[in-house]
């Protein structure tokens, strides 16, 4: 079985400051790791992923998140955040390939960004 | 926009009607899921179809049924609703192929049960 747990709801941060989501998963193999971006009234869109190779993943927007094997982790970071960035942010794991795959997500965090 | 398109993007009904929610892939994804978010138990998981065919189920209760029609596009019908299926459900689809099991969203049809 696989799982997410991304740790607090909320994450507030004033522009300009480091952005850090964290998100730790649970899979029995090596995982596919991704984050997703949900803005006000819209539908999730695609962060960045880690499938293999490179543990450090750079994705749009200026988000990049790091591959932890030892740490079970896939943390989120912005160096610099900007008013866009609020928004609601899912860490999800998928740990079979081909066509039975599916993605299990984490309960999400709502990143608010003060001026 | 992801290519997935949802319909309708809202709607409202009584306690234990039923309801079709419809859902077109990306042109060429084989593979459809359904998703349901609420506030209480966030982004769940619902069933995946393939090509046709079903291939896997999540937390889905009987009330609800989905199938994916030749065309690829899938429909997720809900019946006797109740006041807790108020809900936003995703439709998502997926590449063939190697894709890193990405799945591209809809933006969703809002449900909403009075």
């Known amino acids: 079985a696989q799982s997410v747990t991304q740790l607090g709801s909320h994450v507030s941060v004033s522009e300009g400051a480091l952005v850090l989501l964290r998100c730790n998963y649970s899979?029995?193999?090596?995982?596919?790791l991704f984050w997703y971006v949900q803005y006000p009234n819209q539908g999730l869109q695609l962060l960045l992923k880690?499938?293999?190779?490179?543990?450090l993943v750079k994705g749009i927007n200026g988000f990049e998140a790091e591959f932890k094997k030892s740490e079970t982790s896939f943390h989120l970071t912005k160096p610099s955040a900007h008013m866009s960035d609020a928004a609601e942010y899912f860490c999800?794991?998928?740990?079979?390939?081909?066509?039975?795959?599916?993605?299990?997500f984490g309960k999400g965090i709502t990143l608010s960004v003060r001026p | 926009d992801s290519g997935v398109t949802q319909t309708p993007k809202h709607l409202i009904t009584a306690t234990g009607q039923r309801v079709t929610l419809r859902c077109s892939p990306r042109s060429g994804d084989l593979s459809v899921y359904w998703y349901q978010q609420s506030l209480d138990q966030g982004l769940q998981f619902l069933i995946q179809?393939?090509?046709?065919?079903?291939?896997a189920k999540g937390n889905i209760l009987e009330r609800f049924s989905a199938q994916q029609f030749p065309d690829l596009h899938s429909e997720l019908n809900l019946s006797s609703l109740e006041l807790g299926d108020s809900a936003l459900y995703f439709c998502a689809s997926r590449p063939a192929g190697n894709s890193g099991n990405t799945i591209y969203f809809g933006e969703g049809s809002w449900l909403t049960v009075v």
């Open positions: 179809y393939y090509n046709g065919e079903e291939r």
């Open positions: 880690y499938t293999t190779g490179a543990t």
């Open positions: 999800a794991v998928s740990s079979i390939t081909g066509a039975n795959s599916k993605l299990t």
């Open positions: 899979s029995s193999v090596p995982p596919y």
